[in-house]
């Protein structure tokens, strides 16, 4: 088959809707769903499929990643693409840096802190809820001047319909656990001293 031809129209064996139905099945035997499929043409056809953990905030292990994109390609090479000749298959899991589209994104990302574009104003802050309808977030307002802490503000609520964009800020999720992790130390110390005496 020429790579060059290759169709991503409906009824076509690569199009993205007739590889998620053909695939669905292992995927989800696995715990997990297809969050996207995308076919790039080339010398060779690259076939992209993203899965995901449809709850929770835990990342896809990797070896249950290895174990889905073997039964991925047996099931594709002994059905669907049989007979559509060399392919290149990469599965894997969300980046961190994806955009935030739909509820179950917002659900999986509680805890970090994202970027939000909304209708009437940009703001940065942790998710502490997230449910179908909008999350509950505290906006984190930043520090006036270098050296000094930023301030988290009293949590609000804002709705996935005034939401225009979201993802998130992964250098402040990062930040941020690391002060949790620093000031819950401190909170130990005097403790420990105290015994200690």
Do not use: C
Not at 73 to 93: F, M, N, P
Not at 95 to 112: C, E, K, Y
Not at 132 to 155: C, Q
Request: glycine content about 8%; proline content about 7%.
């Amino acid at each position: 088959m020429s790579a060059h031809n290759v169709s991503t129209h409906e009824g076509s064996p690569w199009s993205p809707q007739a590889i998620t139905e053909a695939i669905e099945p292992v995927v989800s035997q696995a715990g997990l769903i297809v969050e996207d499929v995308t076919v790039k043409g080339g010398d060779t056809p690259t076939l992209q499929i993203i899965v995901d953990l449809p709850t929770g905030t835990d990342a896809v292990e990797l070896d249950v990643l290895a174990e889905v994109s073997q039964q991925v390609g047996e099931v594709l090479d002994e059905g669907l693409l049989a007979s559509s000749g060399a392919y290149e298959l990469e599965v894997s899991s969300p980046g961190a840096t994806r955009p935030l589209t739909q509820p179950r994104h917002f659900q999986r990302n509680v805890g970090r802190v994202i970027r939000v574009v909304g209708e009437n104003e940009d703001f940065t802050g942790t998710v502490l809820e997230a449910d179908d309808a909008g999350i509950v977030i505290a906006p984190i307002k930043p520090a006036p001047k270098k050296g000094m802490k930023d301030k988290v503000l009293d949590p609000v609520r804002r709705e996935y319909a005034d939401i225009r964009r979201a993802k998130v800020d992964i250098e402040a999720t990062a930040a941020a656990r690391l002060a949790a992790a620093q000031a819950a130390e401190e909170a130990a110390e005097p403790g420990l001293t105290g015994e200690e005496a």
